[in-house]
């Protein structure tokens, strides 16, 4: 299973662009990489999929270098609802493997 | 939007006695998963689950843990004799057959075993 670093926390204000960067230096060929964002006393919610170059949808948009070591999650705007803990997770997408979270990245959006 | 559900979503039980976490996958979904997060750590993967037997499970599933899919919408965790270190957050997931589909969470059910 591929492991995952990223940043403990990070602070941001309203209105910025947040990059959350995650390194992923032994991601296998089938590997795909998914964020999830999760509030407290709630479950993961996925926000973005991508397996290289970029992804975009309407909340977020998820960029993957060609040799796919790390993916950076760029929040346009952020407001403080963004506030939330993000997991970078990295695996093969075929069901019932398991994708192992880890210990993500604490965003603080500040007024 | 379809979304997980799970019930209760706070369960309090004494140390030692059984409990079973109930879980509703989305409908049209076939795999489905068990996670727990104790309080302030991160989430971990228990159980994952298709076509009526367990995929993949990791350390943390023992025998004191079992999963079923008694009828065709439930999705259930039983842990036998619970231990106070049991006390967490648990999610149910499921996913859609297709392979690069992501999970889908359910809130959670929050175990506090005393």
């Known amino acids: 299973l591929a492991k995952t670093t990223q940043p403990i926390s990070m602070d941001s204000y309203e209105g910025q662009e947040v990059n959350i960067t995650c390194s992923h230096n032994n991601i296998a060929t089938n590997d795909y990489i998914t964020w999830y964002q999760q509030f407290p006393s709630q479950g993961p919610r996925f926000i973005i999929q991508?397996?290289?170059t970029k992804v975009t949808n309407e909340v977020a948009s998820l960029f993957i270098p060609a040799d796919r070591k790390s993916s950076t999650l760029s929040l346009p705007r952020v407001s403080l609802s963004d506030t939330a803990v993000y997991y970078c997770?990295?695996?093969?997408?075929?069901?019932?493997?398991?994708?192992?979270f880890g210990g993500g990245t604490r965003l603080m959006v500040k007024p | 939007e379809p979304e997980v559900t799970q019930t209760p979503s706070h369960q309090v039980t004494q140390m030692g006695q059984e409990v079973i976490l109930r879980c509703v996958p989305i409908?049209?979904?076939?795999?489905f998963y068990w996670y727990r997060q104790i309080l302030g750590q991160k989430v971990e993967f228990l159980v994952s689950f298709y076509n009526n037997e367990i995929s993949e499970k990791s350390e943390i599933f023992d025998d004191q843990f079992s999963v079923e899919r008694p009828d065709g919408s439930n999705f259930t965790l039983k842990i036998r004799s619970t231990k106070l270190e049991d006390s967490a957050m648990y999610f149910c997931a499921s996913k859609f057959r297709d392979g690069n589909s992501p999970l889908h969470f359910g809130n959670g059910t929050r175990l506090t075993v005393t």
């Open positions: 997770l990295v695996g093969d997408n075929n069901a019932g493997n398991m994708l192992t």
């Open positions: 409908s049209n979904h076939l795999y």
């Open positions: 991508g397996y290289k």
